[in-house]
C-alpha cells in the first residue's frame, strides 16, 4: 500500500510539445503529491504539488492533474523546451514523509 | 539563504574504513531528512528527524549506519565500515514545519572501493 508507480521510465519528445508523466499511488491516507525535477549532479528541487481537494493545478508551463477516484495524478508540461530535459519524480505522502516514484527521464529535441 | 549545504561533494575511501557526510539545514526548518540514491534503488529514505530528534530511523539499512543532529544547524551521517554498496549519492533535506516542500541539497557522492 506504500507504493508510488510512475510511467513511462523514459520520454523522448520534440520541442514545443507536451510531455506527459503518470503516478499512480495505493494508500489513501496520502494527502500531498508533488513533483521534483532534478538534473545532473544535482539533488531534487521542487517543482509543483497539490493536494487532493483540488483536481488541477498549474504553474507556468507545469499542470498537475489529480484523479482522486483513480488514484492517479500526472504532470503535463505545456511547450516543453530543451532546457527541461532532466529526471522528474513524482512523490506521495502524508505525515511530512514522501513515498517516491521511480523517476523518469526526460529528454526534449530541439 | 545559501539552501541545504551538504560536504563533501565528492567522497572515495576504501572499504572498512570510516566515512561521515554532513550537512546543515536551511535555518529555521524544523525537519531534517537523509536519502540516499542509486540507479537499482532509487531514492530511499534513510532517517529523518525533527527538532534534532531521530523521529524514524527504519529505512537505515544496517547497524553499520548512524545519524546524528547534535543541533538545529548541523547533521552527520556515518558508515563504519564503510562496503562498496554503500557506493550512492547521499542527500540531505530539510522542510520547514507543516509543509512538506522539501529542499535537497547537491548530495555527497560515496565511492566505497
Known amino acids: 500500500q506504500q507504493q508510488v508507480k510512475q510511467s513511462p521510465q523514459s520520454l523522448i519528445v520534440q520541442k514545443g510539445g507536451i510531455p506527459i508523466i503518470n503516478c499512480a499511488y495505493e494508500n489513501t491516507a496520502f494527502d500531498y503529491f508533488p513533483w521534483y525535477q532534478q538534473f545532473p549532479g544535482k539533488g531534487p528541487a521542487l517543482l509543483i504539488a497539490?493536494?487532493?481537494d483540488v483536481s488541477e493545478k498549474k504553474e507556468g508551463r507545469f499542470t498537475i492533474s489529480f484523479n482522486k477516484s483513480a488514484k492517479q495524478f500526472s504532470l503535463h508540461i505545456m511547450d516543453s523546451q530543451p532546457g527541461d530535459s532532466a529526471t522528474y519524480f513524482c512523490?506521495?505522502?502524508?505525515?511530512?514523509?514522501?513515498?517516491w516514484g521511480a523517476g523518469t527521464k526526460l529528454i526534449i529535441k530541439p | 539563504d545559501a539552501g541545504v549545504i551538504q560536504s563533501p561533494r565528492h567522497e572515495v575511501t576504501e572499504m572498512g574504513q570510516e566515512v561521515t557526510l554532513r550537512c546543515k539545514p536551511i535555518s529555521g526548518h524544523d525537519y531534517l531528512f537523509w536519502y540516499r540514491q542509486t540507479m537499482m534503488r532509487g531514492l530511499e529514505l534513510l532517517i529523518y528527524?525533527?527538532?534534532?530528534?531521530?523521529?524514524?530511523d527504519s529505512g537505515m539499512p544496517e547497524d553499520r549506519f548512524s545519524a546524528k543532529m547534535p543541533n538545529a544547524s548541523f547533521s552527520t551521517l556515518k558508515i563504519q565500515p564503510s562496503e562498496p554498496r554503500d557506493s550512492a549519492v547521499y542527500f540531505c533535506a530539510s522542510s520547514p514545519f507543516e509543509q512538506y516542500g522539501y529542499t535537497f541539497g547537491s548530495g555527497t557522492r560515496l565511492t566505497v572501493v
Open positions: 528527524f525533527n527538532n534534532n530528534v531521530p523521529i524514524d
Open positions: 497539490i493536494r487532493p
Open positions: 512523490a506521495a505522502g502524508s505525515n511530512y514523509q514522501l513515498i
